[in-house]
């Protein structure tokens, strides 16, 4: 997508040929700055510290993050050891394993010599991939939100999404996104209500900053609002991304994902969920009890950062003083809430035997 009117992934090679640049998102949206990864250790980093962050993008830059580790020790304890390392930085997204388990495959029965350049040459096509798959996802998509739209003539398409599945969260397009630009690109008249989404602000740091660059009309909300919206019918439907999504279709995404999805339910309001293939995990039944969530640190919630008004950026507490805080990253949607999957091979129900039959032969036990 675009910034300031020229084209960007969130992820490239640079031009010596083997640095990794990403665009730290921990600076978004008052400083757009590149920051060069040149380690295995760097990428493992950048993605625990959210400079990169969005379940597709943590899987491309722990495939590169791989690359890197393979240019200083192609052996199989350093492959290993690569391997091991980057596994650890984030529990919930699966694309992560997934990306981890890709290169394992590619590079396993490499010799020392052939490894580094075919795990570059992997994690290209990883990447490229995740684009195709996130275009397919956005057409899927599109089809859905014309449809919502045909039946109401000459008013206004109000998509409400949570946290940031727009393409700073995959290599180009993001999941939820990608309809919502797809749709605006061919002149339907969408605006999108962005839950701020505490306690990182992903939504009003970076969905807003994507759709803002964009020219997608766009309302940034406070997370408590999406029930009064919808009760007063200003959300036509929700679509959200998700870092995990079980077999059986429970969704695993940031945490309020569930309370929007009830108050859709409640409301009659479509809550669909946009997601590539590799971010399903057939392993996984029940999203509850099976998915691990992560616990982040407390000053995540306790302080907020931001830009003055003479451009510095500040962190300040807005906590009261001694008062402990919980900051768990992600919560589960039973697929019961779900209306619906879009995928890049189609809309699939939220449900084992919905799944199965977009996806056959990987579900599990089959
Ligand atoms: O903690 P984050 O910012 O990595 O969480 C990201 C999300 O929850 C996204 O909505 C999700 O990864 C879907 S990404 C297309």
Redesign the pocket.
């Known amino acids: 997508m675009k910034v300031e009117g020229r084209h960007y992934r969130t992820i490239w090679v640079a031009e010596d040929g083997w640095t990794v640049e990403v665009i730290d998102q921990t600076k978004l949206p008052h400083v757009f700055e590149v920051l060069p990864l040149k380690t295995c250790e760097d990428a493992a980093r950048a993605i625990e510290t959210?400079v990169v962050?969005?379940?597709?993008?943590?899987g491309a830059t722990a495939a590169y993050g791989m690359a890197l580790a393979l240019r200083e020790d192609a052996s199989d304890d350093g492959l290993e050891r690569a391997h091991q390392r980057l596994l650890r930085t984030?529990p919930?997204?699966v694309n992560l394993r997934w990306a981890l388990d890709e290169m394992m495959a590619a590079l396993r029965n490499r010799t020392r010599e052939e490894r580094p350049a075919a795990a570059y040459a992997r994690a290209a096509e990883i990447c490229d991939e995740d684009v195709e798959i996130c275009a397919a996802i956005g057409r899927n998509g599109l089809a859905i939100f014309e449809e919502i739209a045909a039946r109401k003539p000459g008013e206004r398409l109000n998509v409400l999404t949570?946290?940031?599945?727009?393409w700073l969260?995959?290599v180009d397009w993001?999941?939820?996104t990608a309809p919502v630009y797809m749709a605006h690109d061919k002149g339907l008249d969408v605006h999108v209500w962005v839950d701020e989404t505490r306690p990182?602000n992903?939504g009003a740091a970076l969905t807003a900053w994507e759709l803002g660059n964009h020219g997608v009309p766009h309302t940034v909300i406070p997370d408590n609002t999406g029930g009064h919206l919808m009760q007063h019918g200003l959300v036509d439907l929700v679509i959200?991304?998700?870092?995990r999504t079980t077999g059986s279709g429970d969704v695993a995404?940031?945490i309020g994902?569930y309370l929007k999805a009830l108050a859709a339910r409640d409301n009659g309001v479509p809550f669909y969920v946009?997601?590539?293939s590799p971010?399903i995990d057939f392993t996984l039944d029940d999203g509850v009890t099976e998915i691990p969530i992560?616990q982040r640190g407390g000053e995540e919630v306790s302080q907020m950062t931001g830009r003055t008004e003479d451009g510095r950026i500040e962190t300040v507490s807005i906590v009261a003083e001694g008062s402990p805080v919980a900051n768990y990253?992600?919560d589960v949607t039973p697929a019961r809430l779900v209306t619906g999957l879009i995928t890049e091979a189609g809309v699939a129900e939220a449900s084992k035997d919905g799944l199965a039959r977009l996806f056959p032969g990987r579900a599990k036990g089959s």
């Open positions: 959210m962050r969005g379940a597709p993008l943590i984030r919930t997204a949570h946290c940031n599945a727009g969260a995959t993001g999941t939820a990182r992903q959200t991304g998700t870092d995404n940031k994902t946009a997601l590539p971010t992560e990253a992600f």
